[in-house]
């Protein structure tokens, strides 16, 4: 599923699960949100605000009021440097103490905020959008990692920098909503639309480094042991979000290394291997966290 900035109850890949995942009903909905937000330090961001992007996609006026408390928590949770903390350690793959902050969910909070400016008919959250952006924006935020192709966006700020594929893809959206936000042109919005296309030439320069034997993907470039190959679920993700991007950013390059990973999905081989590696990969570096929801 694609979509632009203006309209607000689109997105560029489906969420609606993630408002679904109690039931269809709004009130279990209304129950799954307190849930997801009434402990402060085990409050998940991304899947806070991937509930609210997924509940605007579903596109049911009776259910802004969910969108209106997710933007409520933000303003509430953001911090004076336009940070949004995770307050508990990471539960897995990396080490990282709280708080610690991540720019898959500065990026999606950025793309709730400047939908949510439309469709709660509060143009003042675009403010807001801009400054959770702000993280991206500077070259020196430990989100943004310098290589020589150009910045890499880190779902986690780890050293070295991990370059999670599907986490810094999605950030980059962020940046392209609050530039394209309807009737703005501000020294951020163009600050937003610079880093967007400078995100984009990057991850065409180097998707080269994400590709494995038998065409399939890695989820990150850390330097683990055994490298970290993408699940299947990771795999098909890294597909959509290659073409999205090339829809946005249209490069070769991008298509070329979707359409192959695409075709590896459909043969056998790739696919059992794909996951006898990434069993492997588990045994080395297992999940250590215990008692936190967490999935991005």
């Given amino acids: 599923m694609s979509g632009q900035a203006g309209d607000p109850f689109e997105y560029h890949f489906d969420l609606r699960d993630k408002a679904l995942a109690a039931g269809?009903?709004?009130?279990?909905?209304r129950a799954h949100l307190q849930r997801l937000t009434s402990d402060a330090v085990r409050?998940?961001?991304?899947?806070?605000?991937?509930?609210?992007?997924?509940?605007?996609?579903?596109?049911q006026p009776e259910r802004l009021p969910l969108v209106a408390e997710v933007v409520a928590w933000i303003e509430r949770t953001v911090d004076s440097e336009?940070?949004?903390?995770?307050?508990?350690?990471?539960?897995?793959?990396?080490?990282?103490?709280p708080p610690w902050y991540s720019a898959l969910a500065q990026g999606e909070a950025t793309s709730l905020l400047v939908r949510a400016a439309v469709a709660l008919d509060s143009p003042g959250l675009l403010e807001l959008a801009a400054r959770v952006a702000q993280p991206?924006?500077?070259?020196?935020?430990?989100?943004?990692?310098?290589?020589?192709?150009?910045?890499?966006?880190?779902?986690?700020?780890?050293?070295?920098?991990?370059?999670?594929?599907?986490?810094?893809?999605?950030?980059?959206?962020?940046?392209?909503?609050?530039?394209?936000?309807?009737?703005?042109?501000?020294?951020?919005t163009r600050a937003a639309a610079d880093?967007?296309?400078?995100?984009?030439?990057?991850?065409?320069?180097?998707?080269?480094?994400?590709?494995?034997?038998?065409?399939?993907?890695?989820?990150?470039?850390?330097?683990?042991?055994?490298?970290?190959?993408?699940?299947?679920?990771?795999?098909?993700l890294h597909v959509g979000h290659l073409r999205r991007l090339d829809e946005?950013?249209?490069?070769?390059?991008?298509?070329d290394v979707a359409d192959e990973w695409e075709r590896a999905l459909r043969r056998p081989l790739p696919y059992a291997v794909a996951l006898t590696r990434k069993a492997a990969f588990r045994m080395l570096v297992p999940r250590h966290g215990r008692g936190v929801a967490f999935k991005i």
């Fill in 195 to 236: 880093a967007f296309a400078a995100g984009a030439r990057t991850v065409a320069a180097r998707i080269e480094r994400y590709r494995l034997p038998l065409a399939w993907s890695r989820y990150d470039l850390y330097p683990h042991r055994l490298p970290n190959v993408a699940s299947p679920f990771y795999h098909r």
């Fill in 43 to 59: 409050a998940n961001p991304v899947s806070i605000v991937q509930f609210a992007l997924g509940t605007l996609q579903l596109g």
């Fill in 248 to 255: 946005l950013a249209p490069d070769r390059r991008l298509s």
């Fill in 82 to 97: 336009g940070r949004i903390p995770y307050r508990f350690a990471m539960p897995h793959t990396f080490r990282l103490e």
């Fill in 136 to 188: 991206l924006l500077d070259l020196a935020s430990p989100l943004v990692a310098a290589t020589a192709e150009g910045p890499v966006l880190q779902e986690y700020p780890t050293e070295p920098p991990a370059h999670v594929l599907n986490g810094w893809i999605t950030a980059l959206w962020g940046l392209h909503d609050l530039a394209r936000a309807a009737g703005q042109s501000t020294a951020v």
């Fill in 24 to 29: 269809p009903r709004p009130e279990a909905a």
